[in-house]
């Protein structure tokens, strides 16, 4: 029945009288109706039955949100004759917030429907949305919209969302900036945020919600779908059959997921259905991936009911086909018992880990991830807080390292996502249970009915496929272990007549290799040219076709002083059958596309110029490119110099050899991107063979592509290698947002049956 812990004395009192036999009285409907809504009973007008009120889309009830009958026959809250109940309009937070900018119309309060505007003062440059609408879930539409300037800073300004204040205004590694809400809004998201290395800020953008703000189910699927894409992706994937389907080769499994519904509140039995319905959904969705997972499933109120016993599947007594089965077959019938008791649902799934460590062995049992998905309302009754089982899993599945270095790799291993249902959510109490690093873990949603949909349109394996840039962070023992921390990167070998040339190239999409148009020479041929990609199928890959760019013509400029003419130097090879995806091989994402968008975690419709500020936001922007010596790969870091810093960057063209020109625009043009030099920072330089490699930035989780290597000032090394620049050697690279057209052409191209287009934005 889920009495909150917030009335507790009064709730243990009840239960008591009841067992003794007190003689209880039912409530009455006198008074309880809602203006420009309706309301619903959990349990008729019996004692603890719950009173749900419900409004329209854009509205929430208010002063209360539910009632509950007392034994004694009356609702608790006391419905007051003064405060009538109603519909209420949602609000959205306050966006006035902003900084080095302006917000219109001024307003005190913003409701549904209401729309605002932002200008940024001059001298600042905006990221996010000019225009924003309040939602009919109190939120607003687009993104945060952010006034800044460059400040040389390593992150880009992270700004305040509506509602919120911040505290902390520099964005060096390091720095930390904290966000609370106002007035009677509280966070959800990262409260704290740090500046990491790679030019990214820890956590997730937080959020200020009212108690009537919920997620969209789209919202939902889009940032728990990303979610477990990732944890689903990076996982090794199971070994194939010949004819390709998927079977579990043994039974201890990497990835165990536990999954807890609260039915506490669910007298109904659609309820119920609604919840099995959406376990079946995900559970069907989750086995699409090249993983197949262990699962514990419970319902709970008071009492734990397994429905699928986690256990069985290391003993091989259940396959995934009969756990919609088990759902099916449960029944509620007999099993109302009064109370929630959430802690205890922590406790089975910590005594469950135990159990699987003891079978499979302490070394086997750290490959295993554990994701946890809650469906309650946080109203627990009984077993107190869970807050301390839940620090018990962490230390379990961190082994213990929490205080020691070994910690950042460990944390991958757990998540704990819960999604917070009902009309009255305890979220001060659910949201610190949350584990996991990367996008959210805490879902607000209005009611159970939405759950199918959200797990309908979370992933589909189509899209998964295709997932760009996803990778393994750091090096690990596997022998494919460089692969997977770069799982995109292609060889290209173009033997013309006697000659045999090595190019770079980056694999971006399951049939083409992105490289430079210089690697080829006039008449080579598709035969003459092999692509090295280790998946498992045949390292070399014969060659279809290829296409450069139609303006790249390195004569172009003979007559001017230019001997030789890079600009357009962006070639795509076509190979002849897709590559195998898979862990260590993987497309890279490349700008403008819907995926880049969605690696970059850009919300809503996304622009390509969105995507350019936020990857070139800082006048020296850190890049990375690979080299090669022998076997083994390595990162070059180079800083591209953009704004004010590129003039001085790119003079130096003039001094290579063959250009005899004395305007540098001649040689370097915009589509160049110049890195090299000493100063502020001393860079690699790029060596003869690295040509045509993907020049990237990393993000968590995921790799984009910014520009390619073309062409430098000095040959420094022919073979590759780890060099450094001198005081005057510059490099050039294409960058990619100035050939979309291009890639768009061919990649994007859906008037042909032989492979996926990728999709690209609008604008
Ligand atoms: C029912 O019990 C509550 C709590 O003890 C009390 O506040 C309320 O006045 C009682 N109502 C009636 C009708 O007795
Ligand atoms: C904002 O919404 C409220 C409620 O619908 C409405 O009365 C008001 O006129 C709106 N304000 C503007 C500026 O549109
Ligand atoms: C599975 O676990 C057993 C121990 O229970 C271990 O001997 C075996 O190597 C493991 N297999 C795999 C593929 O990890």
Redesign the pocket.
């Known amino acids: 029945m889920g009495f909150s812990i917030h009335w507790s004395w009064f709730a243990a009192l009840s239960c008591l009288l009841l067992m003794a036999g007190e003689v209880r009285c039912d409530c009455t409907e006198t008074n309880m109706q809602i203006e420009g809504g309706h309301y619903k009973l959990t349990k008729k007008l019996e004692t603890g039955s719950l009173l749900i009120y419900e409004c329209p889309e854009g509205y929430y009830p208010f002063p209360a949100s539910t009632r509950r009958c007392q034994s004694n026959g009356s609702w608790k809250p006391t419905p007051k004759r003064f405060a009538p109940q109603r519909c209420r309009?949602a609000e959205c937070p306050d966006p006035s917030v902003l900084e080095n900018g302006d917000v219109s119309?001024p307003?005190e309060k913003?409701?549904?429907?209401?729309?605002t505007v932002y200008e940024c003062y001059s001298g600042y440059t905006m990221r996010g949305s000019s225009r924003r609408v309040c939602l009919p879930n109190g939120k607003w539409s687009g993104s945060t919209p952010i006034c800044s300037r460059d400040s040389g800073d390593n992150c880009a300004d992270a700004g305040v969302p509506a509602g919120a204040s911040r505290t902390g205004s520099t964005f060096g590694i390091g720095d930390t900036v904290t966000y609370s809400c106002n007035g009677n809004l509280f966070l959800v998201g990262s409260s704290e945020r740090v500046c990491q290395e790679n030019g990214q800020w820890t956590g997730k953008e937080p959020a200020c919600y009212y108690k009537h703000t919920y997620d969209t189910p789209l919202e939902v699927s889009e940032a728990f779908g990303s979610a477990i894409k990732d944890s689903l992706t990076t996982l090794e994937p199971v070994d194939y059959t010949e004819d390709g389907r998927k079977i579990r080769i043994s039974n201890n499994g990497t990835l165990n997921i536990y999954i807890a519904v609260d039915i506490s509140e669910s007298i109904e039995e659609e309820h119920i259905n609604h919840a099995r319905h959406a376990i079946s959904k995900l559970i069907t969705k989750i086995s699409s991936f090249t993983v197949s997972p262990n699962y514990e499933i419970v319902f709970f109120s008071c009492e734990i009911f397994e429905v699928v016993n986690i256990l069985d599947f290391f003993d091989n007594k259940i396959k995934l086909s009969t756990i919609k089965d088990e759902l099916e077959n449960f029944q509620t019938d007999g099993k109302h018992t009064l109370g929630t008791d959430l802690n205890s649902v922590f406790r089975t799934f910590l005594e469950r880990m135990a159990i699987i460590r003891h079978r499979v062995g302490e070394e086997a049992f750290k490959e295993h991830r554990h994701v946890l998905i809650l469906f309650t309302d946080g109203a627990y009754t009984l077993g107190g807080s869970p807050a301390s089982t839940v620090a018990k899993i962490k230390n379990f599945v961190y082994m213990d390292q929490a205080s020691e270095s070994g910690i950042e790799s460990r944390e991958e291993y757990l998540d704990i996502y819960i999604f917070a249902i009902g009309a009255e959510i305890f979220d001060n109490d659910l949201q610190p249970l949350t584990v996991g690093t990367g996008g959210s873990h805490y879902f607000r949603m209005k009611n159970i009915e939405n759950l199918q949909e959200t797990f309908d349109e979370i992933i589909d394996e189509e899209a998964v496929k295709g997932l760009c840039g996803l990778h393994k962070g750091y090096e690990t023992a596997s022998r494919d272990s460089k692969r997977k921390m770069y799982p995109w990167m292609a060889f290209i070998i173009i033997q013309s007549g006697a000659f045999s040339k090595k190019c770079f190239g980056s694999l971006v999409s399951p049939q083409f290799v992105l490289t430079a148009a210089h690697c080829f020479a006039f008449g080579d041929l598709p035969e003459h040219i092999t692509v090295e990609i280790d998946d498992g199928q045949g390292k070399v890959k014969k060659v279809k076709n290829f296409f450069i760019h139609p303006n790249y013509n390195v004569n172009a400029k003979v007559n001017e002083g230019v001997k030789e003419f890079y600009d357009y130097n962006v070639a795509l090879i076509q190979l002849e059958r897709d590559v195998q995806i898979s862990s260590a091989v993987r497309p890279i994402c490349i700008p403008c596309t819907q995926e880049t968008s969605n690696a970059l975690k850009l919300v809503g419709d996304s622009t390509c110029k969105q995507q350019e500020q936020l990857l070139f936001k800082n006048y020296l922007e850190k890049l990375t490119f690979l080299t090669r010596t022998g076997n083994v790969v390595n990162e070059k870091d180079v800083h591209a110099k953009l704004g004010d810093n590129r003039d001085d960057c790119i003079k130096h063209a003039l001094q290579a050899e063959g250009i005899t020109t004395k305007n540098v625009k001649d040689v370097v043009t915009d589509n160049f991107l110049c890195t090299g030099g000493r100063t502020p920072f001393r860079d690699h330089i790029a060596c003869t063979g690295d040509s045509g490699g993907a020049v990237f930035k990393n993000y968590e989780h995921r790799t984009i592509q910014v520009a390619l290597v073309s062409w430098g000032t000095k040959i420094m090394c022919r073979a590759g290698g780890l060099v450094e620049s001198d005081d005057t050697s510059r490099d050039f690279h294409i960058n990619l947002f100035r050939v979309i057209p291009f890639l768009k052409s061919i990649l994007g191209n859906d008037n042909q049956d032989e492979y996926a287009p990728l999709q690209f934005l609008e604008s």
């Open positions: 309009l119309p307003q913003y409701f549904v429907d209401n729309e």
